[in-house]
Structures are given as structure tokens and as C-alpha cells.
């Protein structure tokens, strides 16, 4: 099958794979070939794919996926569309982790309406947190 994942910035990867495991916002779930067409919403967190000689690792944020079925080629497609994605060995830990510390300080002093604003920060949290969690399952130093 046929992976693609895709940003506002350009696309990131364009793959062969046998199999990938996507963080769905009702829970992570895999897609092997021969899928049934699926369409889901995706949470910041961490997708992994493998392809025959070849595997990834990518931090990926908001966005969407979709499993299309078979084309002329008789390759089933799975179109991945996220607001942002970073590779594992991409993830500046740092940074991820002086992010992290920051937003979480941030949330739990929250004491106004649960608002939009309140929103960007979990949602800015939990990219830090897949970031982190990508960059572990690269390398678990």
C-alpha cells in the first residue's frame, strides 16, 4: 500500500508499506493492506510505518487519515493529512521538553473558562508529548 503523509509545508512521506499504526483520537489503531476504506481523525502523537526494507518513526499533530481503496494499480492508498509532523530523528528534545514543562505550568494554573485559548495549549502540550514520544521510540536514551 501506498502512504502518503502530507502538511500545510509539503508533503513528508511518500512510501511503500506493508503495515502503520496511526494515533486515531478514539485510540491508535494499525492499517495493513487490503484495509476496508476508513476515514479518521488523528490526534497529536506518533505514527510508525514499515516498509520491506525500511521503517519510520514521525511525530504527527491534528489532522486526518484516510484509507482509499484499491486504485487502477490495484494499490491501496492511505492518505495522511496533518497540520504538522516532524521525523523522529528530527525532534529537537530539548526544545520539545522546555515546551512541554512550560504548557503544562500553563494548564494547570488555568483558572479561567475552558476556552479556545485553553484548547491551542493542550493541543500545543500534546505535540510537545508526541514529539518526546517519537524521538523515545527512535532512540530510548
Same mark, same amino acid.
Given at each position: 500500500?501506498?502512504? $502518503?503523509?502530507?502538511?500545510?509545508?509539503?508533503?513528508?512521506?511518500?512510501?511503500?508499506?506493508?503495515?502503520?499504526?496511526?494515533?486515531? *483520537?478514539? =485510540?491508535?489503531?494499525?492499517? /495493513?493492506?487490503?484495509? !476496508?476504506?476508513?476515514? &479518521?481523525? /488523528?490526534?497529536?502523537?506518533?505514527?510508525?510505518?514499515?516498509?520491506?526494507?525500511? #521503517?519510520?518513526?514521525?511525530? !504527527?499533530?491534528?489532522?486526518? *487519515?484516510?484509507? %482509499?481503496? $484499491?486504485? +487502477?494499480? =490495484?494499490?491501496?492508498?492511505? /492518505?495522511?493529512?496533518? @497540520?504538522?509532523?516532524?521525523?523522529? &530523528?528530527?525532534?529537537?528534545? %530539548? +526544545?520539545?521538553?522546555?515546551?512541554?514543562?512550560?504548557?503544562?505550568?500553563?494548564?494547570?494554573?488555568?483558572?479561567?473558562?475552558?476556552?479556545?485559548?485553553?484548547?491551542? *495549549?493542550? !493541543?500545543?502540550? @500534546?505535540?510537545?508529548? +508526541?514529539?518526546? #514520544?517519537?524521538? %523515545?521510540?527512535?532512540?530510548? #536514551?
Amino acid at each position: 500500500m501506498r502512504l $502518503s503523509v502530507t502538511t500545510p509545508r509539503g508533503a513528508l512521506v511518500d512510501t511503500a508499506v506493508e503495515e502503520l499504526t496511526a494515533p486515531g *483520537l478514539l =485510540g491508535e489503531f494499525g492499517v /495493513l493492506p487490503g484495509h !476496508v476504506p476508513l476515514m &479518521s481523525a /488523528l490526534k497529536p502523537g506518533v505514527l510508525t510505518y514499515r516498509a520491506a526494507d525500511h #521503517s519510520g518513526t514521525l511525530a !504527527v499533530g491534528e489532522g486526518f *487519515l484516510q484509507v %482509499a481503496p $484499491s486504485g +487502477a494499480n =490495484g494499490e491501496d492508498r492511505v /492518505l495522511v493529512l496533518v @497540520d504538522q509532523a516532524v521525523n523522529a &530523528s528530527g525532534v529537537d528534545r %530539548a +526544545a520539545a521538553e522546555k515546551d512541554l514543562v512550560k504548557l503544562e505550568g500553563e494548564i494547570n494554573a488555568w483558572k479561567q473558562e475552558l476556552d479556545g485559548h485553553y484548547k491551542a *495549549l493542550c !493541543v500545543r502540550r @500534546d505535540w510537545a508529548m +508526541a514529539q518526546l #514520544s517519537a524521538a %523515545a521510540r527512535l532512540n530510548p #536514551s
